[in-house]
């Protein structure tokens, strides 16, 4: 490469985010600079290279570059040095501040460069305000209080002058030695004004935000607290190098009583500690995660592998003790370099620290729960429309507080079971389960008839059945079948074999068997049984075809029913749901609404907020408005018990989005969310996405990339890799929104790695060409190219001939705005070839491409002084836009049409065509100001002044623009 490649190379990587990839390339430069032998860029490179390696998170490094950058400066100075001077003296801070971080550097070289700093700044006649900053942070280090306050006062009392830190980072310093001795007000005033102007900085608001942590919350601001974690948090999670800070939120959420955001933090960053930044940085961020993992109680975290350690779940206990161990070991080392113990008492209280008894909410997904409201006509002592908690029995009743079951004292063991048995029909759960607890406390010892002893048996298998354990289940019922059979019980018999089928057939291997028990139940109930006996055993032949997906036989056992379902009406409401179900099933909507509706109805009027629940949910799927599906979940929140509050929640939160009032669907997802946290319930990854999505939509950005990034590492826990690609395709989208665009493009290209397989290569196409496109926003031109070149590759690899002129063409104008003519040149090359191979295809998708691609090649060679070229490409195309009625890229068309033929000196045809254009523009569009201008230099070149003087006197145009 020539020495102008290296220097364009050079302010390509500037360009680039902090961290290991601008390192990596820089390194790579550094190595061809110096084969190149030019002084000049070896410098301005290792001048780079000590600010990257500061910013990505390898301070060590910088040592040696600032330190070979220092040698040269004074070993031979060169004209070109003094350029960059005020960099060099700036880059004496990064040294001072980094070389307290290294242990096992001495603390007398440390001071040796704050000698050599000061020297150099009383030389070049520099105030010393940043040098006594840097003598009060190597005497705090050391745990001298004295001495710090007097560089503080020092400090604080100089003059600020251009090596001062920013008006962002000095106040930062300040507000954590006010906060560190108790003036917790005074530091929250100093940084007021500080966060009401504007911060420039790459350390700020994130640094100042979070050094206001504790003042914030300490003065009772909580609010403010909460916001400035959510914000600093945001800034610094994907940045290395501000690991040290990360701990000051992961202590903050410990404090706060958010130990289960703490413990989220501790794991998303825990494999930081395999690579930190320094030691300091290490031992801060270990200290304060094992005082968070201490709260943890029983959880697990997931740890990375590492050189020499597996990936595996490891215990937060054992962790917490680990890190501990690292923390007080590191501490301690510190302490001997520096001859205190000033480090070791600091790290103690981090590892102390514990919940202030007060929560303060900091999640955007997650909250404790709030109480959950009574229904106004159950205050008033009206009686309701359905029951809440399960059963008529809990009329009145919140949702979570069981209601009290009076027994009869002197009900024998036949009397329980039949009680029980009734209930547990009526969905009376607090009555099923109290008259069990009664019979086994009073019978349970005794040697019972086998018909007794079966139905226990047999109300066993319920109540498994309820706690979905089917094997426990099956095993019960076919004990208890066994021991009906000794009785010669037949209807019994025959009701619990197709129980026992009903269950078999939820399993593959026994499906066929349950099918079979279920059947010939039903028809020895039909001979045997009473009317209700015979509906429920057709209702069980029903729910085990359901269970096989065989719908039209399940229709059909549904009816042989009796329509009054044997004047049981609970079981006429169940069937009135599979009947609803299977319907559904078979895409017989409307059948299956009117069903819904009447399941709806019978438990409404029963009172069974199970039932209810259950109707409102399958109704508010079926129904084509949203508003309808909202208001049904409505219905079922006022009657859910607890375990069903949580899908009732979801499908409100999905309603209520599909009804575009997505603010609502904010705090039901977050509900949701909350209840699967609380439950230890799977899917909270999944809820969380959706939770994203809903905080997108309503434009809170923050919060959306927050949610979204802890959806993606659950996602990543499940081993749900192709929903957590489409989850990061989502968070790279807020991140662009947020202005993050480093973040944003990062993810892209994360997605393109995992999407490398034959038939994933349009979607990588697509993230590829995304990410060109958020570069080429930001006028990241040259690396925007390199994109749209990958995308456009990936398309041509996929056969996606047109998206891939639509890359080449964007490549093209990316190239030639990065002020690379020749390689823009090249890339219109391209788009003709690929051009001529669809010219003859007429569907509108192409015609606007082909016309597009036709434009790109025209600005191109009109910025190479080429109109004549840029003007035959032209020919036409104007025309072809209309005729696919995009009118607005026509006039822009003919308006570059125009430019060109008053480049060429042909003002005579240019004057009736932008005439034209202009009259066609809507007032207020932006085209106009540019049409009347070429317009007015038309007229101007046909010597007609008073013409073009009043267009720009019309469109408020200078003569001289």
């Given at each position: 490469m020539s020495d102008e490649d290296l220097w364009r190379v050079l302010r390509g990587i500037a360009d680039m985010p902090y961290g290991a990839g601008q390192i990596a390339a820089l390194e790579q430069l550094l190595r061809r600079v110096d084969v190149a032998d030019d002084r000049h860029l070896a410098f301005v490179t290792r001048m780079q290279a000590t600010t990257a390696y500061v910013y990505g998170g390898e301070p060590a490094k910088s040592f040696v570059t600032f330190s070979w950058c220092l040698s040269e400066f004074d070993r031979d100075p060169q004209p070109y040095h003094q350029g960059h001077l005020h960099q060099l003296l700036w880059h004496f801070k990064y040294m001072v501040s980094g070389l307290l971080k290294f242990p096992e550097v001495p603390l007398d070289r440390t001071y040796a460069v704050l000698d050599d700093m000061e020297r150099r700044y009383r030389a070049g006649g520099h105030s010393l305000q940043t040098v006594h900053k840097h003598r009060y942070r190597v005497a705090d280090h050391v745990g001298d209080a004295e001495a710090a306050a007097h560089w503080y006062r020092l400090w604080q009392t100089t003059p600020r002058d251009q090596l001062s830190d920013c008006a962002g980072c000095d106040p930062t310093s300040q507000v954590g030695y006010l906060a560190d001795i108790g003036r917790d007000a005074e530091a929250v005033a100093l940084a007021e004004p500080v966060l009401a102007g504007r911060l420039t900085c790459t350390e700020q608001p994130q640094a100042i935000l979070t050094a206001l942590l504790l003042p914030y919350l300490r003065t009772g601001q909580g609010?403010?607290?909460?916001?400035?974690?959510?914000?600093?948090?945001?800034?610094?999670?994907?940045?290395?190098?501000?690991?040290?800070?990360?701990?000051?939120?992961?202590?903050?959420?410990?404090?706060?009583?958010?130990?289960?955001?703490?413990?989220?933090?501790?794991?998303?960053?825990?494999?930081?500690?395999?690579?930190?930044?320094?030691?300091?940085?290490?031992?801060?961020?270990?200290?304060?995660?094992?005082?968070?993992?201490?709260?943890?109680?029983?959880?697990?975290?997931?740890?990375?592998?590492?050189?020499?350690?597996?990936?595996?779940?490891?215990?937060?206990?054992?962790?917490?003790?680990?890190?501990?161990?690292?923390?007080?070991?590191?501490?301690?080392?510190?302490?001997?370099?520096?001859?205190?113990?000033?480090?070791?008492?600091?790290?103690?209280?981090?590892?102390?620290?514990?919940?202030?008894?007060?929560?303060?909410?900091?999640?955007?997904?997650?909250?404790?729960?709030?109480?959950?409201?009574?229904?106004?006509?159950?205050?008033?002592?009206?009686?309701?429309?359905?029951?809440?908690?399960?059963?008529?029995?809990?009329?009145?009743?919140?949702?979570?507080?069981?209601?009290?079951?009076?027994?009869?004292?002197?009900?024998?063991?036949?009397?329980?079971?039949?009680?029980?048995?009734?209930?547990?029909?009526?969905h009376d759960r607090a009555t099923f389960r109290a008259a069990l607890v009664a019979f086994d406390d009073r019978f349970g010892a005794d040697d019972l008839p086998a018909r007794t002893a079966a139905h226990r048996l047999a109300l066993r298998a319920a109540e498994r059945g309820?706690?979905?354990?089917?094997?426990?289940?099956?095993?019960?019922?076919?004990?208890?079948?066994?021991?009906?059979?000794?009785?010669?019980?037949?209807?019994?018999?025959?009701?619990?074999?197709?129980?026992?089928?009903?269950?078999?057939?939820?399993?593959?291997?026994?499906?066929?068997?349950?099918?079979?028990?279920?059947?010939?139940?039903?028809?020895?109930?039909?001979?045997?049984?009473?009317?209700?006996?015979?509906?429920?055993?057709?209702?069980?032949?029903?729910?085990?075809?359901?269970?096989?997906?065989?719908?039209?036989?399940?229709?059909?056992?549904?009816?042989?029913?009796?329509?009054?379902?044997?004047?049981?009406?609970?079981?006429?409401?169940?069937?009135?749901?599979?009947?609803?179900?299977?319907?559904?099933?078979?895409?017989?909507?409307?059948?299956?609404?009117?069903?819904?509706?009447?399941?709806?109805?019978?438990?409404?009027?029963?009172?069974?907020?199970?039932?209810?629940?259950?109707?409102?949910?399958?109704?508010?799927?079926?129904?084509?408005?949203?508003?309808?599906?909202?208001?049904?979940?409505?219905?079922?929140?006022?009657?859910?018990?607890?375990?069903?509050?949580?899908?009732?929640?979801?499908?409100?939160?999905?309603?209520?989005?599909?009804?575009?009032?997505?603010?609502?669907?904010?705090?039901d997802f977050v509900e949701a969310v909350t209840l699967c946290v609380e439950r230890g319930a799977e899917g909270d990854a999944f809820l969380r996405w959706e939770l994203a999505i809903a905080y997108r939509m309503v434009g809170r950005l923050a919060e959306a990339a927050e949610v979204a990034e802890e959806a993606v590492l659950g996602l990543n826990r499940l081993g749900a890799q192709a929903e957590a690609d489409r989850c990061r395709h989502l968070l790279a989208g807020v991140y662009a929104g947020l202005g993050e665009i480093d973040p944003a493009v990062a993810l892209l290209e994360q997605l393109a790695e995992n999407l490398d397989g034959p038939d994933n290569l349009p979607q990588r196409a697509q993230v590829l060409e995304e990410a060109g496109g958020i570069l080429y926003d930001v006028d990241r031109d040259a690396v925007a190219a390199e994109r749209f070149a990958a995308a456009a590759t990936a398309y041509r690899l996929a056969d996606l001939r047109l998206d891939e002129l639509r890359a080449r063409r964007r490549e093209a104008y990316a190239w030639f705005w990065s002020d690379d003519r020749g390689a823009a040149l090249r890339a219109v090359e391209q788009v003709d070839q690929l051009a001529a191979t669809l010219a003859e295809m007429v569907e509108p998708e192409a015609t606007y491409e082909l016309a597009m691609a036709a434009e790109a090649g025209a600005r191109v060679l009109t910025g190479e002084d080429r109109p004549d070229e840029a003007l035959r490409r032209l020919a036409g195309v104007p025309d072809r836009l209309r005729s696919i009625e995009a009118f607005g890229e026509a006039a822009q068309m003919e308006i570059l049409v125009g430019e060109l033929l008053l480049r060429l000196d042909r003002p005579a045809e240019a004057e009736p065509l932008l005439r034209r254009v202009l009259g066609g523009l809507p007032a207020d569009s932006r085209p106009v100001r540019q049409t009347a201008w070429l317009l007015a230099r038309a007229l101007d070149l046909l010597d007609r002044p008073t013409e073009a003087a009043a267009l720009r006197a019309e469109h408020h145009l200078d003569a001289d623009d």
């Open positions: 609010e403010a607290a909460r916001d400035a974690h959510r914000e600093a948090y945001r800034r610094l999670r994907g940045n290395l190098a501000d690991l040290w800070d990360i701990g000051d939120h992961i202590e903050f959420c410990t404090l706060t009583g958010n130990e289960g955001r703490a413990v989220e933090l501790v794991e998303r960053h825990l494999d930081w500690l395999d690579r930190p930044p320094s030691p300091a940085a290490a031992m801060h961020f270990a200290a304060t995660a094992a005082a968070a993992l201490r709260q943890a109680g029983a959880a697990t975290l997931y740890r990375r592998a590492a050189e020499g350690r597996p990936a595996a779940e490891v215990p937060a206990s054992a962790l917490a003790d680990e890190l501990a161990e690292t923390a007080t070991g590191l501490a301690a080392q510190f302490d001997t370099r520096n001859g205190t113990t000033s480090q070791s008492e600091w790290i103690a209280r981090r590892l102390a620290v514990r919940s202030s008894g007060e929560h303060l909410p900091l999640s955007a997904s997650v909250r404790r729960r709030p109480a959950r409201s009574v229904d106004p006509e159950r205050q008033a002592g009206a009686e309701p429309a359905s029951g809440q908690g399960g059963s008529p029995g809990d009329r009145g009743v919140r949702a979570g507080e069981p209601p009290t079951v009076t027994l009869p004292a002197d009900a024998g063991p036949d009397d329980l079971l039949d009680l029980a048995e009734v209930s547990w029909g009526r309820d706690e979905d354990d089917i094997e426990g289940a099956v095993e019960l019922n076919r004990a208890a079948l066994e021991l009906y059979r000794e009785t010669a019980d037949e209807v019994s018999i025959q009701v619990v074999a197709g129980r026992l089928g009903v269950l078999l057939t939820r399993s593959d291997e026994t499906a066929e068997e349950g099918l079979t028990l279920a059947r010939e139940a039903a028809e020895a109930l039909d001979r045997l049984g009473d009317a209700r006996q015979r509906t429920a055993g057709h209702d069980r032949v029903a729910l085990a075809l359901l269970h096989r997906e065989r719908w039209a036989e399940a229709l059909a056992a549904l009816d042989r029913a009796p329509a009054d379902a044997g004047g049981d009406q609970h079981l006429a409401a169940r069937i009135a749901l599979h009947r609803a179900h299977v319907l559904e099933q078979s895409d017989r909507v409307d059948e299956a609404r009117v069903a819904v509706g009447e399941a709806r109805r019978l438990a409404g009027e029963l009172g069974i907020g199970e039932l209810v629940t259950a109707a409102c949910l399958s109704y508010a799927r079926m129904v084509d408005d949203p508003a309808d599906a909202v208001e049904a979940c409505d219905e079922a929140l006022r009657s859910a018990p607890a375990d069903a509050e949580l899908p009732v929640r979801v499908a409100r939160a999905r309603a209520l989005l599909s009804a575009n009032r997505a603010a609502e669907a904010v705090d």
